[in-house]
């Protein structure tokens, strides 16, 4: 009987790989963590999917310098195509193969998500939409999410505080996508109109779906409202879209937009009608371009995926979340479980990513590592930082 018994155990050990039999953790061997990555590699937001490039690039760098405690970086990248059932079917994939998840993209897939991490002990290591998602959560439903991201609402409020008191702004209008995304600029706008009464109004908001392409309509609403200021909350195919249609009509406001349009990128997809444009960039990230930090990562990210050149600054914004992933696990030590990551990401205290963005604190009570913004200006093929990061308090 034990003879039988013991031979039950020995087909059991040759069914799975060794490393992850005596680990005991999904994604985890004695060599190599794997880490998911969903994204939009096509439709709408594909531009936007560079991020998960960026991330690839930067964990085939850490791998070549001998990768994590003697563990490789095995990155899984899926296409969601922005759709959030897409995405949660890419999720769902995951698991079991996936240790943790990283650079979650779009506030209707985060909101669709929110529950699947705690739920199946998988930690997300940086997302990309509203951080209110999460701050609305109850606290022990954030144990396995870690976020360093800009709050919409406190990123329009600063571009809109900016126009009023750098470039006398009186008349606001706001292009802006019809989700939380777009909404959370609105709040934002307002906030900042109510702490400077009297000081500029908001004649205009004017929503467009994410499937629209034919902007006439739009751009005739925003002309008629005579906003001698344009703040445009949108994808990077419909920011292009709604600045060449006001062209048209020979509409110049000044146009001030959200960090997700700060890829330099925009001048090929909207053209000359992007110079002068404003910029609010984002404290997790940096600049490529502009930064000697920034252009010396990006020069690692073209080395490992020459397909990033041209497109430096998502694929930046991509690797520094991955970076968090990386820190996080120097931290956790050899024994890696979800739970021994949850520590190693806790201990990260006052770190800027290999030099790059403003100060990011995790911490067990605090899980937005970094909400910050800085205005720059798109001038001469470049988006160039106007001044410091003006730090907001986290959310979460």
Not at 331 to 355: N, R, V, Y
Request: aromatic share 10%; charged share 25%.
């Amino acid at each position: 009987m034990r003879f039988r018994s013991f031979l039950i155990v020995l087909a059991l050990v040759s069914l799975y790989p060794l490393g992850v039999f005596a680990a005991g953790v999904a994604g985890v061997t004695d060599t190599e963590v794997v880490v998911g990555v969903t994204t939009p590699l096509s439709g709408p937001a594909a531009l936007w999917g560079v991020t998960g490039q960026g991330m690839k690039a930067w964990a085939d760098y850490v791998n070549d310098q001998g990768g994590v405690n003697g563990r490789k970086i095995k990155v899984v990248l899926k296409d969601d195509a922005y759709n959030p059932t897409r995405a949660l079917a890419n999720l769902q994939e995951m698991k079991g193969e996936a240790f943790a998840v990283c650079g979650l993209l779009g506030t209707a897939i985060l909101n669709a998500s929110k529950d699947f991490f705690q739920e199946n002990k998988i930690p997300l290591i940086t997302a990309y939409g509203d951080v209110r998602i999460w701050a609305a959560l109850p606290r022990e439903k954030l144990e396995y999410v870690f976020i360093a991201y800009p709050d919409y609402e406190d990123e329009a409020e600063y571009l809109t505080t900016y126009g009023m008191k750098k470039l006398d702004s009186k008349k606001l209008a706001l292009f802006y996508q019809n989700d939380d995304y777009g909404k959370m600029a609105l709040s934002g706008i307002k906030k900042a109109l109510e702490a400077m009464p009297g000081k500029a109004e908001l004649v205009s908001a004017v929503p467009y779906e994410v499937t629209e392409r034919a902007l006439g309509t739009h751009a005739l609403k925003l002309k008629e409202s005579g906003a001698d200021t344009l703040l445009v909350y949108t994808t990077p195919t419909h920011g292009a879209l709604i600045l060449k249609e006001i062209a048209k009509l020979a509409y110049k406001p000044k146009v001030l937009t959200t960090f997700t349009l700060g890829d330099p990128i925009m001048y090929k997809v909207a053209g000359e009608v992007w110079e002068g444009t404003y910029i609010a960039l984002p404290g997790n990230s940096g600049v490529p371009g502009s930064e000697a930090n920034s252009d010396r990562v990006a020069d690692i990210l073209k080395k490992y995926d020459p397909k990033i050149a041209g497109k430096e600054y998502l694929a930046l914004f991509g690797a520094v979340s991955m970076m968090h992933f990386v820190e996080g696990l120097k931290h956790a030590g050899k024994e890696l479980t979800p739970a021994s990551l949850i520590k190693g990401m806790e201990k990260i205290k006052d770190w800027k990513p290999e030099g790059i963005g403003a100060p990011v604190t995790y911490a067990p009570d605090r899980r937005h590592g970094v909400n910050a913004s800085r205005m720059s200006r798109a001038t001469d093929g470049k988006h160039v930082p106007l001044e410091e990061f003006t730090i907001f308090k986290p959310r979460f």
